[in-house]
């Protein structure tokens, strides 16, 4: 069964990826420099993509309205779960995954297509850990924090669009907003970031790392780094809501 | 010296080494030579230690390869620079990043200490001055110069060179066989090249292997290998109309 085999082959990987390092004072630099490619080079994309969502789900929340009886301040609440809830972490980490993934599949990918990886080992290096870990290491660090910043964007991009196509005053929409609040909610997004910034960093890894072939392979293997990313992620996603909100 | 003494190695059912035992001397420059698909690559990686062995011994100065652990085989490999046919140079670094890659690694080299082995390696190779391009920005040649130059980077005991000469022009494929071969003078090294090249061989090896078929079937020197009436060796070194001639002369 091929599953079983790419399971066997990717925990072997993990295993190589989470032994000793051959000079530990090298990595911090290596995990700076991800976190810089990883985190800072998708505020924009991520602020941008989120921004819009805000703004829709506030549209479609007022549009969806029609009863006297339901408040508008709805309008608020609604945003502010679905951001945070969903929106910020699972479709935030998915858009990510297209982005980031493919990034790192194709970086090793042409990295083993063309010896660089077998250079690495040649040297008596351990490659699966000097090209992978600092990228998990940094996914797991910085895109908690872009998650976060993806909240405050988007429950101010609906903020912004209800507000000003005056489906909802300001203080019909703060007070929705804060209207049960529960830190847990915001807790509950951030472990969930944890777990899909590991899956896609490793499996797109993963796929770069078992590149076999040329450029066309690398492509190849891109495009399936992305798919089984958010494949695994959506699966995760829906394990842990299980596990962390019932 | 490193010593191979009757390695096997299968894929499936296709048995690509059949029992290969041979010595390459230091100091010399010792090529493998043989058509495309006759198992010199993975003879290579089998000795390099990408590849496990099925069967049989790789032996460096007494220590047995195939014997050791990954922490063993380390004090191993950084006693080994290999240039690749393509060069494989870390695409994201500089040359000079590059060719301190090894030494920021394995060695506990201040900064200093760094730049002046650098400065001293490129100018082995004839790269001065090129320390801040990237692989990107050099043409072929000094590519593989740049590949050298890391390799030799920690003062290696063995030098392996994959096809030297893949994609050069006429000059800087000699240019580039004189420094594998200075380079191996200078600095005592067991160099094992692997080669289709026949000027190469004519031009710097010491000691040479045919591989057929996975098994090595005719050893000897430059000299020896023009007078060499083994049919499949002279198939493959008299394969262009050029090596017939000075064949013609030769005799």
């Known amino acids: 069964m091929p599953i079983f085999s790419s399971i066997g082959r990717y925990s072997i990987l993990m295993g190589r990826v989470f032994s000793r390092p051959e000079k530990f004072r090298v990595y911090p630099t290596l995990v700076i420099r991800e976190m810089d490619k990883i985190g800072l080079q998708s505020v924009g994309i991520v602020s941008l993509l989120v921004l819009f969502m805000g703004a829709v789900v506030a549209i479609q929340t007022a549009s969806n309205i029609e009863s006297g009886w339901i408040p508008r301040w709805t309008i608020g609440y609604t945003t502010r779960q679905s951001i945070i809830l969903e929106f910020s972490s699972t479709v935030v980490c998915l858009i990510i995954s297209g982005k980031v993934g493919s990034n790192i599949a194709s970086e090793i990918g042409t990295m083993r297509i063309s010896d660089q990886i077998d250079a690495l080992d040649i040297m008596g290096i351990n490659s699966a850990s000097y090209l992978i870990l600092p990228k998990i290491i940094a996914a797991v660090f910085i895109i908690p924090f872009l998650v976060l910043l993806a909240m405050f964007v988007g429950v101010a991009g609906g903020a912004s669009i209800a507000i000003l196509s005056g489906n909802v005053s300001f203080a019909d929409f703060e007070y929705g907003a804060q209207y049960d609040f529960r830190i847990w909610d915001v807790a509950y997004s951030v472990i969930k970031t944890f777990f899909f910034a590991f899956i896609m960093t490793s499996v797109s890894s993963y796929h770069g790392y078992n590149t076999q072939g040329g450029a066309l392979e690398v492509g190849q293997g891109s495009t399936r780094a992305v798919v089984y990313s958010i494949v695994i992620i959506l699966v995760a996603d829906f394990l842990l809501t299980q596990l962390l909100l019932l | ?251």
Not at chain 2, 49 to 55: H, T
Not at chain 2, 107 to 128: A, M, N, P, S
Not at chain 2, 203 to 216: L, N, Q, V
Not at chain 2, 233 to 241: E, G, I, K, T, Y
Request: aromatic residues 8%.
């Open chain 2, 1 to 251: 010296m490193i010593q191979l003494k009757d390695i096997q190695k299968s894929f499936g059912d296709t048995q690509v080494l059949k029992g290969i035992s041979c010595t390459f001397e230091t100091g010399k420059v010792n090529f493998i030579i043989g058509k495309s698909g006759e198992g010199k690559s993975v003879l290579t990686k089998c000795m390099v230690g990408l590849v496990e062995v099925d069967k049989g011994s790789i032996i460096y100065d007494d220590q047995d390869f195939t014997k050791m652990d990954r922490w063993d085989r380390k004090t191993v490999r950084t006693n080994i620079g290999m240039l690749f046919q393509g060069a494989a140079l870390f695409d994201s670094m500089t040359v000079e990043e590059n060719i301190q890659f090894p030494m920021v690694m394995f060695t506990k080299f201040t900064k200093g200490e760094r730049d002046k082995r650098t400065e001293e390696i490129l100018e082995q190779v004839g790269l001065q001055g090129k320390n801040k391009l990237f692989p990107s920005e050099l043409s072929g040649g000094m590519k593989k110069r740049t590949g050298l130059a890391r390799a030799i980077a920690l003062n290696p005991k063995y030098l392996f060179v994959d096809e030297p000469n893949s994609g050069l022009d006429p000059l800087t494929s000699i240019m580039i066989d004189k420094l594998v071969r200075q380079l191996t003078d200078q600095y005592k090294m067991t160099t094992v090249v692997i080669s289709h090249d026949m000027n190469s061989v004519i031009e710097i090896a010491d000691t040479i292997h045919f591989i057929s078929k996975g098994e090595f079937v005719w050893n000897g020197d430059r000299k020896s290998i023009l007078k060499s009436q083994h049919p499949l060796l002279n198939d493959f070194v008299f394969a262009s109309q050029f090596m017939r001639e000075i064949k013609d002369k030769f005799k």
